[in-house]
């Protein structure tokens, strides 16, 4: 697990330079109604559509904790393998933008409702590497304001204002641009399973502060800066890797960092300083008087925990003593819950006891390259588990040969959308030819029309392959390719 | 504790009031008048009292999640001075 070489480490004029990374991402809980009012958490609205006087601000309105939420972040938090506070504050965010009505942020910051955890993240399908969770706290989210509607105006929507947040604060524990692809990655795919977080980065539903810094190796942390709101992961990982560079100029330079907060611009490339309109950050944090302290027992706790999905280390692990897959094929299967479902209800179909690799290769190949090009999970496409799991029979068995399984795979994907593959052959005559006396005839009538070949052929083994080509080619592919091989053989005396 | 000038111009300004410069250092007075008349607090030795958050001997009450509000833009936008479409129109925030 261990991944210290020095290939992480970034080359600079003067010598290597460490990248040290630690990141805020903030999770949109997935839930019906937001956070501490019932308006809907729906995401594209109608402007203020989604929104109650309590997200409005309007005066007198109190807010009233979402019990689900709640859920959602313990949820995470047993899924982090973290410690879950039983008792929680919240406090209020003091700062002023047109798009917070409060004038404050209702955030957790003296006790959050999950303390410290870990992520194992997958670097490769076969090394891994650790980030610690430092804790995971409930917040709002703000609304959103448009700037380009007008040239003097901008126009504000609350219609996110108030929807949960989940901040999810890692130790600065990353060492590159790709581990903090994988840390986001992984962080996004434990969400998904958990159900907590839909993770949908298009949608604003995860996003990032990557907070980056870089030393000589060994040294003690450099000054860091904090790149706001990055909402892909590419994007992080170009940040990460354009915002080191820059520091590393600067210290090469014998420049010092100013801690700051940066955005990343992606069509240039950079990062650039945010101006800081607002003087340093003076957020004056206080509990907030409106909300109680968070308290649930160990029995909310253990419900909870008793009802949590299997998550994808331990699904990869099963996958591959269970069904003897290779760490490669389980990883890509268990990157989505659904597609590790499709694969094992694939496995299941009965007669039971097929080959689980062979189910896992026309997934992860045939099916995937399908579902892909059509935009969409394995699991979203109309071919079934069914499907999947006959064609892989139908090899086993010697009906047919790989090359016409792929065959009659393109038209399940086309003509024959709901055929089950046992009919299609039987419908189409691709039966693979294991009639010896059919395949024979097929190298007769070949050899008696090229008797120049057949001469090459005894001086050069070599040449078989054009025969096996013939003999497939004159029988549609579907003789037994290593009936025609034993036959060729024999009839050319090799 | 007591608070300089460029404090209170600070305060003013992370509060968002407007502060003219004459009646700066009348307020700093003010606050300081206030600031020395709790300063007596720091007499109590609170090191190792955890601070009180709440002083109502009662749980928090959850609410279920289900939409019960919202749908409401036209309430909702009623009182801003400007609007278009339901946004709330402010002046641009940034450049």
């Known amino acids: 697990m261990a991944n210290t070489g020095s290939d992480r480490l970034l080359r600079g004029a003067t010598g290597d330079w460490e990248v040290v990374v630690g990141m805020e991402i903030h999770a949109q809980v997935t839930s019906r109604s937001k956070l501490f009012s019932g308006a809907s958490t729906e995401f594209g609205a109608e402007p203020n559509s989604h929104v109650s006087l309590v997200d409005a601000a309007m005066p007198g309105m109190l807010p009233v904790l979402n019990e689900a939420c709640v859920a959602q972040a313990v949820r995470t938090g047993l899924g982090l393998k973290a410690r879950i506070n039983k008792r929680s504050s919240f406090d209020r965010k003091n700062y002023f933008y047109p798009d917070l009505p409060q004038g404050y942020q209702i955030s957790q910051y003296k006790s959050p409702i999950v303390g410290e955890g870990e992520v194992t993240v997958d670097l490769t399908p076969t090394e891994q590497f650790r980030v610690g969770i430092e804790r995971l706290h409930l917040e709002q989210d703000a609304g959103k304001s448009l700037h380009d509607q007008s040239p003097t105006a901008s126009f504000v929507d609350l219609n996110r204002s108030g929807v949960a947040l989940m901040e999810i604060v890692s130790r600065p524990d990353i060492r590159s641009a790709d581990e903090a692809k994988a840390y986001v990655t992984k962080l996004r795919m434990i969400l998904r399973y958990l159900g907590t977080c839909d993770g949908d980065m298009e949608k604003g539903s995860l996003r990032a502060d990557v907070n980056v810094s870089v030393r000589r190796p060994g040294e003690p942390l450099g000054t860091r800066c904090e790149i706001k709101n990055v909402n892909s992961i590419r994007f992080i990982g170009q940040a990460v890797e354009v915002e080191a560079r820059r520091q590393i100029a600067i210290l090469e330079d014998g420049g010092a960092i100013d801690q700051e907060t940066r955005l990343f611009d992606p069509s240039r490339g950079e990062t650039r300083s945010m101006r800081s309109k607002e003087e340093a950050h003076d957020y004056r944090y206080f509990p907030d008087p409106d909300l109680l302290p968070l308290e649930f027992d160990d029995a909310f706790v253990e419900t909870l925990a008793a009802a949590l999905p299997e998550l994808p280390d331990a699904k990869k692990s099963r996958f591959v003593t269970q069904y003897g897959l290779t760490p490669y094929d389980a990883s890509v299967l268990?990157?989505?819950?659904?597609?590790?479902?499709?694969?094992?209800?694939?496995?299941?179909?009965?007669?039971?006891?097929?080959d689980a690799k062979l189910v896992a290769n026309w997934i992860t190949g045939d099916v995937a390259a399908f579902a892909n090009a059509s935009g969409r999970g394995v699991a979203d496409t109309h071919i079934t588990p069914g499907q999947v799991a006959e064609l892989v029979d139908l090899i086993a068995e010697g009906t047919i040969s790989g090359k016409i399984a792929k065959d009659v795979l393109a038209l399940v994907i086309r003509e024959e959308r709901n055929?089950?593959?046992?009919?299609?052959?039987?419908?189409?005559?691709?039966?693979?030819?294991?009639?010896?006396?059919?395949?024979?005839?097929?190298?007769?009538?070949?050899?008696?029309?090229?008797?120049?070949?057949?001469?090459?052929?005894?001086?050069?083994?070599?040449?078989?392959?054009?025969?096996?080509?013939?003999?497939?080619?004159?029988?549609?592919g579907k003789a037994n390719p290593q009936a025609v091989n034993d036959i060729l053989r024999v009839k050319l005396g090799l | 504790m007591s608070v300089d000038l460029p404090t209170v111009r600070r305060i003013a300004t992370l509060a968002r009031i407007a502060l003219p410069e004459q009646e700066a250092s009348h307020l700093q007075g003010e606050i300081n008048a206030i600031l020395s008349f709790v300063a007596e607090l720091d007499e109590v030795d609170v090191a190792d009292v955890e601070p009180m958050t709440s002083v109502i001997p009662a749980r928090m009450r959850l609410r279920p999640d289900t939409v019960t509000d919202?749908?409401?833009?036209?309430?909702?936008?009623?009182?801003a001075p400007a609007t278009e479409d339901h946004y709330f129109v402010v002046p641009k925030v940034i450049e």
């Open chain 1, 419 to 476: 055929s089950k593959p046992r009919e299609i052959v039987e419908r189409r005559g691709l039966r693979q030819v294991t009639d010896t006396g059919a395949i024979e005839a097929a190298v007769d009538t070949i050899m008696a029309t090229n008797p120049d070949k057949v001469a090459q052929a005894q001086a050069k083994p070599t040449m078989l392959g054009w025969f096996v080509g013939q003999v497939m080619k004159s029988t549609g």
């Open chain 2, 70 to 79: 919202g749908e409401i833009a036209d309430d909702i936008v009623t009182n």
């Open chain 1, 334 to 354: 268990v990157a989505e819950r659904e597609l590790a479902d499709y694969f094992e209800a694939a496995v299941a179909v009965e007669p039971a006891g097929r």
